[in-house]
């Protein structure tokens, strides 16, 4: 399966900070139909999504054109990870918006679901743009095979269970 992470140097702002791009690319086939892996993604990003201590992040998402992709807090309280741009179910899910960067920096993120003799091969693709932390762009890669480990989880309960 495909996995690749690139960041490149684009410009200098006139302050000396870095405008860099992202480009990751990572492919995962799901031994599950493609209707099973469209819900396991949706639950994945959202109630299912956890942090690496095991904690919920308390994400949301609103599968619609123009919903919004955020970790709710309580009280009012969270942090905007996106907005839904397309959302073709079950095939196609693309989020814009700054995802875990609270900097100047815009990303866009598809979730591709093919099916295949019973299977689906999911691509996810993340791209970005900004003043991005070194950190973070080291980081993405892993993060987003976390994610795409979960759906796998998610969608071989779904397939054993019938839930």
Known sequence: MKNEANSSVQMLTPEGKTIQTLDVVKETLIEAPLSITWESVIEE????????????MSMKLEPWPGGRWYRDLGDNVGHLWGHVQVIKPPKLLEIAGPLFMSYPAISHVQYRLVEADGKTRLTLTHRAIGLIDPEH???????????????AEIAKRRVKTGK
């Open 45 to 56: 990003i959202g109630s299912a999504a956890m942090m690496p201590n095991g904690q919920s």
């Open 137 to 151: 762009a080291k980081g993405v890669h892993g993060g987003w095979q976390k994610i795409l480990d979960g759906v």
